[in-house]
């Protein structure tokens, strides 16, 4: 059984046909990620959702409706494009060839702007407004991996795309600030899984994903409990268990020319580490895991296998609320997650000085 969730069309309720705009196909091609529910209107009856929120732009869509002559659709805004804007100029002036004063003064804007919308309580903040502006900024993978992400499950590939953009936020705010470092820890997050696409994510390898991710051991002893389930020739207990190398060899095969530096890709293998020794597959300790490791590991660990559709204010306290449940469900935390915490909560404190200064 695989776990399968693309289903994308659907009637818009009544109530929100109000609320639609317009927007041209031209101004569509330039996301990446969709910034809102897109609908075909016909001529009688309601308007049929034709891509929701967060769904991938494809070439092929637009110039299939290029050809049939339309100019533009109807949609759903859910996004701030003052927000997106702003971010996205402040990303790009970290690339090498801006003055480094420049730079440095691009990070502690980006800190800030992650610490109000992201950190505190802020009805403005939206998760979908990062998705898009990280992909906008960084997402350079061939069209058919992209393919792959999103066929294996909406869940999967909508997952992927929040976990690498908080590993955006975390890598800045921790002092990593070079683009193409950015680049590559981004693409590198939304490979974690990688091991996972096609027919191996089952139902049962999703709910153990997120039962290890409360809390490391959990999804293991999972399975356990399942008994051996076969998913071709291999079993779940096995999948879930080699997923993280697996997805470092798929990973170095099909996209080595998206990294910069290719090295980095090594942190798929070490994305279910907990630094307690109850991750897996090394079962290593905290010393045994740099900061860079743990970047990884805790994003992976921030972001819920559930399949949560885009919502306005939906990034409200978002990474506050998750490292609180965390803390809460894990009986301790890695040497090294709480050493990565304690500087986040560092950096993101004297954003909050300054801001009462
Ligand atoms: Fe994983």
Redesign the pocket.
Same mark, same amino acid.
Do not use: M, N, R, S
């Given at each position: 059984m695989t776990f399968k969730d693309n289903d994308s069309s659907g009637d818009v309720p009544t109530a929100q046909s109000r609320d639609l705009e317009t927007i041209s196909l031209k101004d569509l091609e330039s996301f990446k990620v969709c910034p809102g529910d897109i609908f075909f209107s016909p001529k009688r009856g309601n308007p049929i959702r034709l891509l929701r929120a967060g769904n991938a732009i494809y070439e092929e869509f637009i110039d299939k409706y290029k050809i049939k002559g339309l100019q533009s659709f109807k949609y759903l805004p859910m996004h701030n494009q003052k927000f997106i804007s702003e971010c996205h100029e402040l990303l790009m002036q970290l690339k090498l060839e801006i003055p480094e004063e420049q730079r440095l003064l691009a990070r502690e804007s980006l800190v800030k702007i992650f610490y109000d919308h992201y950190w505190e309580v802020n009805e403005e903040s939206n998760l979908l407004d990062l998705v898009i502006v990280c992909a906008n900024t960084f997402l350079r993978f061939k069209k058919e991996i992209i393919e792959e992400l999103q066929d294996t499950s909406l869940l999967f590939y909508n997952r992927s795309l929040k976990v690498a953009s908080f590993s955006i936020i975390v890598a800045i705010t921790l002092g990593y600030y070079d683009h193409d470092f950015l680049s590559d820890i981004y693409h590198t997050s939304f490979l974690?899984?990688y091991?996972?696409s096609g027919e191996k994510f089952t139902y049962h390898i999703v709910q153990a994903?997120e039962l290890?991710r409360l809390n490391p051991g959990g999804g293991i002893a999972y399975l356990d409990d399942m008994g051996i389930l076969d998913v071709g020739v291999e079993n779940e207990i096995d999948i879930f268990l080699n #997923?993280?190398k697996k997805?470092l060899e798929k990973a170095r095969i099909k996209c080595n020319e998206t990294f910069h530096y290719p090295e980095s890709l090594y942190l798929i293998e070490k994305? #279910?580490e907990s630094g307690n020794g109850k991750g897996f597959p090394g079962n290593l300790k905290g010393g045994e895991l740099t900061d860079f490791d743990c970047i990884c590991v805790f994003t992976?660990q921030l972001v819920p296998f559930r399949d949560d559709p885009y919502k306005k204010g939906d990034g409200s306290g978002f990474i506050k609320n998750q490292v609180n449940a965390i803390t809460r469900e894990k009986s301790s935390l890695g040497g090294s997650n709480q050493r990565l915490l304690s500087r986040l909560d560092h950096e993101f404190k004297k954003m909050e000085k300054k801001k009462s200064a």
């Open positions: 974690l899984d091991g996972l994903c290890e #997923h993280p997805g994305h #279910h992976d």
